[in-house]
Nanobody, 123 residues
């Protein structure tokens, strides 16, 4: 069975950096993504990675966040720089073999989810 476990969240001041990790077991696909959900808001796609390392990003994080995987493909990362208070949310790792790249940001396209790691950015 697929298990995704996030780590690396925490509290930082605006302008700071964090690196999130997602340890995957039971999943051999190339496509994975990060989502986030702030209180009272819908879950939104942050970034996705596909075969050959191609990536997609939400406009709100382009140039600040970088998604990557380790060589074995078992760990997904999200390097977050220049953090803003608006980045405060619970961050989730997601995976599925059948992601539609043009709809990578749709949560319903992903069957496997972690439990999330909290990121809090103070001004």
């Amino acid at each position: 069975q697929v298990q995704l476990v996030e780590s690396g969240g925490g509290s930082v001041q605006a302008g700071g950096s964090l690196r999130l990790s997602c340890a995957a077991s039971g999943y051999s696909g190339a496509s994975m993504a990060w989502f986030r959900q702030a209180p009272g808001k819908a879950r939104e796609g942050v970034a996705a990675i596909y075969t050959a390392g191609s990536t997609s990003y939400a406009d709100s994080v382009k140039g600040r966040f970088t998604i990557s995987k380790d060589n074995a493909g078992n760990t997904l990362y999200l390097q977050m720089n220049s953090l803003k208070p608006d980045d405060t949310a619970l961050y989730y790792c997601a995976a599925d073999w059948l992601i539609r790249r043009e709809y990578w940001f749709l949560a319903n396209d992903y069957r496997y989810w972690g439990r999330g790691t909290q990121v809090t950015v103070s001004s």
